[in-house]
């Protein structure tokens, strides 16, 4: 496609083929990409299984290395990629551009696409960390290091949101809203493929059909399924945590309160055997159908603790924190902690162990949930994609932590837990809210609620998961899932997270997926760059009468 010999700036690119075996077990799939993907994850389970003391020394090794040399990186990346979304959406040009043909109405209404975005934000980490984030933050954060106020005092509940309500919202969302939003932009006004690769084709073009767009999508695949281990990881820990409150035995549970290696191995058979099962039937029916239900019993949970835990207090909380929020969000940012300052290694290590691990799980997670909003975003302009996307889902990411969590901590305040909840394992917490909130018979049936709860969204992270990288592999292409390619992904799922946890728990899976996160963190970073430049050259042609999409491309050839 050429434009007029006279006009200043040619169309956009309108074609990315990518190579796609026509028959035999690829058929559809970009073997380039899934067999490497494939290799990857394979050899990394395999390492973890085999040679498990070679592989928590290495892994603990490179961690430190990958902390200490790039933890900059993250915190700037992430700043950048809030302040691009910001400039998108605010620049009233670039705003009212379509994710879509110009006119075009959005494929989903509000309410509906407003509750899948619910659904992907309120999901395993919520259950873990409503309780756990304001909880370990009201027990030590940078105030309490500096000593300017003590641990678990009334003084430390206001900076604990304001680190709690920093980790939670407009850093993770715009993150995923930067991706969805690149993808989703140039797939459909473009008609290329919804894949990762596409994102990028505004700065390299066709050369994304050949071997750096498969490395792409390759590094893509490895991140999103390091991303998804870490979420199954605190959703199994908390799952065990919950049958092992129900009474189902003392066999769940290790000396140190973590779950033993029977509870690890029987607790992924069940889960990601149940999610594989709903990615063998499909987004419409299986998927569908667990998002509808996780939204019932999460209203149903919330509902819960307005009524008899601390709702008012959650609600001063919440109205506290979002000013301290919105006056804090630039200097905490942008805010990078000195060894050299006074009490300069505790800082660092917290924002290590916090933020930093936050930024890199937002990025290895940001392949999945990116197409995901890509998928359902079609229609909308930026200006209300960004804004949908980033303060809708942070809104209710802080309703919970204020309203669930502010109970936990009001509890805690008021002398009636005595310890009971802010002093066990971050996966027990929200069970332990509920057992010195409720009488004993009532807190086992939340309890089972809870698990239920917790059940699903693993379910729905897992299965979701495994189609997205099924897409990836597939070129864009989301229909017609193999078969045998959904159980090989929902096998190797089940054993990166079972042989990470049992290697060497959580802490395993999370030094995993931070070095799993960095090759593609370089990837997000070039995306924000490639969707300013696609939108800055689209304007540019609108001004000068020049298509901006593939339907106006081929407008002007017909009419020629």
Not at 160 to 171: D, K, N, P, R, V
Not at 219 to 232: C, E, Q, S
Not at 235 to 251: C, K, M, N, P, S
């Amino acid at each position: 496609m050429t434009a007029e010999t006279d006009a200043p700036i040619e169309p956009p690119l309108i074609e990315l083929p990518i190579k796609t075996a026509e028959r035999g077990f690829y058929d559809g799939f970009s073997r380039e990409v899934t067999i490497p993907s494939k290799i990857i994850v394979s050899l990394i389970i395999m390492w973890a299984i085999f040679f498990p003391v070679s592989a928590s020394e290495t892994l603990s090794a490179a961690n430190s290395s990958i902390i200490a040399s790039f933890s900059g990186w993250y915190v700037y990346l992430v700043a950048f990629l809030m302040l691009a979304c910001f400039i998108l959406a605010v620049i009233p040009q670039s705003g009212s551009l379509r994710i879509g043909n110009p006119g075009e109405k959005p494929e989903f209404g509000r309410f509906s696409w407003f509750a899948m975005l619910f659904g992907a934000g309120i999901g395993i980490g919520m259950l873990t960390y409503s309780t756990g984030e304001p909880l370990a933050h009201f027990s030590n954060n940078p105030d309490i290091i500096r000593g300017t106020i003590e641990a678990r005092s009334a003084e430390a509940v206001r900076p604990a949101y304001i680190y709690t309500f920093l980790h939670w919202g407009f850093a993770a969302w715009g993150t995923y809203a930067l991706v969805g939003l690149s993808i989703g932009y140039v797939a459909y006004r473009r008609n290329l493929p919804l894949t990762i690769r596409s994102g990028l084709a505004p700065l390299f073009g066709l050369r994304l059909s050949g071997i750096w767009g498969h490395v792409v999508d390759i590094v893509a695949v490895v991140a999103t399924i390091l991303g998804v281990a870490v979420t199954m990881g605190f959703g199994v820990e908390q799952f065990v945590a919950g049958l092992a409150r129900l009474g189902l035995g003392d066999w769940l549970l290790d000396e140190d309160g973590s779950s033993s290696a029977a509870a690890v191995i029987l607790a992924l058979v069940v889960l990601v055997g149940a999610s594989t099962l709903s990615a063998l039937s499909g987004v419409g029916r299986g998927i569908k159908w667990l998002s509808n239900l996780n939204m019932g019993l999460s209203f149903a949970l919330l509902a819960l603790f307005v009524l008899v835990g601390s709702g008012l207090y959650g609600l001063q909380l919440l109205g506290v924190g979002l000013w301290d929020y919105v006056r804090t969000l630039v200097p905490n940012s942008l805010s990078l902690f000195d060894r050299n300052e006074p009490f300069g290694e505790a800082l660092v290590q917290w924002q290590l162990d916090w933020s930093v691990f936050y930024w890199a799980w937002w990025i290895a997670f940001a392949p999945f949930v990116g197409m995901f909003i890509a998928r359902i975003s079609r229609g909308r302009t930026i200006r209300e994609y960004v804004f949908g996307v980033i303060l809708v889902p942070s809104l209710m990411c802080f309703v919970w932590m204020t309203i669930v969590g502010g109970t936990a901590i009001d509890l805690e305040l008021s002398g009636v837990a005595q310890g009971a909840i802010v002093d066990t394992g971050i996966s027990d917490q929200l069970f332990a809210t509920l057992a010195v909130l409720l009488d004993p018979a009532v807190a086992s049936l939340v309890s089972g609620l809870v698990v239920l709860l917790l059940m699903t969204y693993l379910i729905t992270s897992a299965d979701s998961a495994i189609l997205i990288v099924n897409t990836i592999n597939g070129a864009g292409e989301s229909e017609g899932e193999r078969r045998h390619h959904i159980l090989f992904w929902g096998a190797a799922l089940a054993f990166v997270v079972g042989s990470m946890l049992i290697l060497g728990g959580i802490d395993a899976i999370r030094i995993t997926m931070i070095i799993g996160a960095l090759p593609f963190s370089f990837v997000v970073a070039i995306m924000a760059v490639a969707i300013l430049k696609a939108v800055a050259f689209d304007l540019r042609r609108k001004h000068h009468g020049v298509p901006t999409t593939a339907q106006g491309c081929a407008e002007l050839d017909a009419a020629k």
